[in-house]
């Protein structure tokens, strides 16, 4: 006789934990052991809760009452991996950008700055013009990153003024595209097929494919609508400069010329 799976869906809470939240499971297997499932700490109850409904979908595939709390053993396992691997890359962010306060405090800036000189929020979006300029090849100068702030590096990668060498240069550094992304935050993938420019956008996302980002389904419906998105703007850019174009020309000067 299959078991009631509704006793699974229903097993469990969070629970208050060291001044955070958790997901706590209790039971006990066939043997009348007692067990405890618990979720990572979370700062929100929310995320904690959220975790419980993971751990108990997860159960929900197994054929057994016993094959279901071992799936479910599982899951709070990975879920716990990935919270601490999650924090191991918010740590390095944070360490690296205090590096970074710490080597700017050390320059010397030159009060009588040209007012003509371009404020640093200019020089960050390419112009047109820039964009379609040759650029010289230059040696690179980038250092080398472990494979932990090569994807901390990768959670602060912004498409929009990237080059597909910056982002090639984390790949190759090991940064993990597949990182878990923090609520509110998207992949890598993602990231780059909803920012980047028109002329980058597709070399990065076959860079992240190439170095094994997963693509889903929902992925691939963004990236046919981003594709559509290019297609359309290639036309109305086209488009326009046939009419700028056109503006030079005096449909009369023929006319006039025959007076």
Not at 166 to 187: R, W, Y
Not at 188 to 198: C, D, E, G, Q
Request: aromatic share 6%.
């Amino acid at each position: 006789m299959p078991f009631d799976k509704k006793e699974l869906a229903n097993l469990g809470g969070t629970e208050p934990h060291n001044g955070e939240f958790r997901a706590h499971l209790q039971f006990r297997d066939e043997k009348g052991t007692n067990i405890n499932i618990v979720g990572p700490s979370r700062t929100m109850e929310e995320a904690a809760q959220k975790d419980l409904r993971q751990i108990r979908a997860a159960g929900a595939v197994g054929s057994t009452r016993e094959e279901s709390l071992k799936i479910m053993m599982v899951e709070a396992r990975k879920i716990k991996i990935a919270v601490e691997y999650q924090n191991q890359i918010h740590q390095t962010v944070e360490r690296m950008t205090s590096r970074e306060v710490v080597d700017e405090s050390e320059v010397e800036y030159d009060d009588d700055m040209s007012v003509e000189s371009d404020s640093p929020w200019m020089k960050e979006y390419p112009s047109e013009e820039e964009e379609d300029s040759p650029k010289e090849s230059q040696p690179s100068t980038r250092p080398m990153l472990t494979p932990l702030e090569a994807t901390a590096e990768l959670t602060k990668f912004r498409p929009i003024i990237s080059k597909p060498s910056d982002l090639k240069h984390l790949l190759d550094c090991k940064a993990d595209p597949n990182m878990p992304v923090k609520t509110g935050d998207i992949s890598p993938l993602r990231k780059v097929m909803t920012f980047a420019s028109m002329r980058h956008v597709v070399e990065m996302r076959e860079l992240l494919l190439q170095y094994g980002a997963h693509e889903y389904e929902k992925d691939r419906k963004r990236w046919d609508l981003r594709r559509g998105a290019d297609a359309a703007e290639k036309i109305m850019r086209n488009n326009a400069k046939h009419i700028e174009g056109d503006r030079d020309f005096n449909p009369c000067s023929a006319n006039e010329m025959d007076f």
